[in-house]
């Protein structure tokens, strides 16, 4: 299992890592080698050249033009543009990083306030990009997004195809990093407006709203970086992960055979709601239980009994409306089988019927 952690435990956790040595920037930076190591792994320049960085004025953009930085060292052919904010100034060591990567001219750098001046360079590179990365917004976005980056977000959605991957950057643009929200777009026709990411890069730790709807929706997969932030926090909420069910299932021996693995009696299904037990048997069977028996009206078996040929079938008298009768000759099948049984569903299908019930 792992920790998930809310907007707020996050900073926390960083003031953690500040108190043993960190500083922002150095996050910042092992952000961007986690980044920057993970698209070289997965992603061979000799098929996807061209990235296009689309970065904001915070840490996630600082951690998007870096990455991109260290892209363009190894082969990449990067080119950057920063919405930026006055407030925000770019910090001196990315500064110093993309003036050398200019040197040499491994990178294009953009930097622009209104997407209308750059729109034009910006739809020509992502017409040739293998790669687009959203590094616009992070954790802290907490509202309807800016018209800029409405715009923005359009822009990087209408691009997606299958020709190439869209990443996001701990958390794809637009999306309330605590609650899984997508707020109303009122600027553009979309009602809900954030980046469709093939590939989400989630650093440190999974945030709690990645996991609800509908931000689950706006991520194909994620891979979860470790860069520099450690929290000694307790945290009541965890993901479970396939090597946490792989050590709850229980051994099955290869010397078995299907009553080894659990026996299940499902009750259910009337004339209305025909295949309710039948699809439940469906789903137990893909649970791993090992035999099904269903005790259900003759009629419900003859519409769906071929649906699942390999459980076991009770038939049952029905009622005159199609569910199942509670007379005593009934009784007395469930009565002389259901101990033969490990567990016992009862109600799927079954009607609402004053005797049924």
Do not use: H, W
Not at 131 to 144: A, H
Not at 161 to 179: E, F, H, L, M, Q
Not at 211 to 237: C, H, I, T
């Amino acid at each position: 299992m792992i920790q998930i952690l809310s907007v707020q435990d996050i900073k926390q956790a960083e003031l953690e890592s500040y108190s043993m040595g960190e500083s922002s920037n150095s996050l910042v930076k092992k952000a961007a080698n986690s980044i920057s190591n993970y698209i070289v792994s997965e992603f061979p320049k000799d098929t996807n050249r061209n990235i296009v960085i689309i970065s904001g004025s915070g840490n996630n953009g600082n951690d998007g033009i870096l990455a991109g930085c260290y892209l363009a060292t190894k082969g990449y052919n990067v080119t950057i543009f920063r919405f930026k904010n006055k407030n925000l100034a770019l910090p001196d060591y990315v500064r110093l990083e993309i003036n050398e990567r200019n040197k040499t001219k491994d990178i294009e750098y953009f930097e622009f306030s209104n997407v209308s001046y750059f729109e034009e360079q910006l739809l020509e590179q992502l017409a040739l990009a293998n790669i687009i990365v959203d590094s616009l917004l992070g954790i802290g976005m907490n509202r309807p997004l800016s018209e800029d980056f409405s715009n923005l977000v359009n822009i990087i959605n209408s691009f997606s195809s299958n020709k190439n991957t869209v990443i996001s950057i701990d958390i794809p643009t637009g999306i309330n990093a605590d609650t899984g929200e997508v707020y109303n777009n009122d600027i553009l026709e979309n009602n809900k407006l954030a980046v469709t990411a093939n590939k989400l890069l989630v650093l440190n730790y999974p945030k709690i709203g990645l996991f609800n709807l509908p931000a689950l929706e706006y991520f194909q997969d994620y891979v979860v970086l470790k860069s520099g932030v450690n929290s000694r926090m307790v945290s009541n909420n965890f993901l479970m992960e396939i090597t946490d069910f792989e050590k709850i299932l229980p051994y099955r021996p290869t010397s078995s055979y299907k009553g080894t693995f659990g026996k299940l009696l499902i009750i259910g299904s009337s004339k209305e709601f025909s295949g309710a037990a039948f699809l439940a048997g469906k789903a137990a069977y893909r649970a791993g239980v090992g035999l099904v028996s269903i005790a259900t009206t003759e009629s419900a078996i003859s519409l769906y009994g071929s649906y699942l040929p390999e459980a076991i079938y009770c038939p049952l008298d029905e009622q005159a409306n199609g569910m199942i009768s509670s007379n005593k000759l009934n009784y007395s099948i469930l009565e002389n089988v259901i101990s033969e049984y490990d567990a016992v569903l009862i109600g799927c299908g079954m009607g609402k019927s004053q005797e049924t019930m």
